[in-house]
């Protein structure tokens, strides 16, 4: 057995460093459920994927994914839609992408 877990206590996620101590009172709680073991060294990246995953706000990432954003290089005349905000994100593709102003 794993010496730590990420448990669902009801609608809460919450960090359990000592399992071992804590197994008994997780497995006789109906509203504890353990979603995963894990080591130490993997216990705050574990919590964190599951308190995003859990808690995800999916009327705002609906809002979030459909809007699209507008660019334009003055210097070119040319002009970017992007699903990103920031056109950092497609520095690997666009080679003059510090020269594109937002227009929304």
């Known amino acids: 057995m794993k010496q730590c877990a990420v448990v669902l206590n009801g609608n809460d ?18 509203n504890m459920k353990i979603l995963e073991e894990c080591d130490m060294e993997m216990l705050d990246e574990k919590y964190n994927y599951w308190n995003r995953t ?8 609906k809002k979030e994914e459909t809007k699209m954003h507008h660019f334009k290089n003055p210097k070119t005349g040319c002009s970017i839609t992007s699903i990103y905000p ?19």
């Open 54 to 61: 859990l808690n995800r706000n999916t009327e705002e990432e």
């Open 13 to 30: 996620v919450v960090k359990v460093s000592n399992l071992k101590r804590k197994y008994d009172k997780i497995m006789n709680n109906p």
């Open 86 to 104: 920031d056109l950092e994100e497609c520095k690997s593709y666009i080679k003059d992408w510090m020269d594109y102003v937002k227009l929304d």
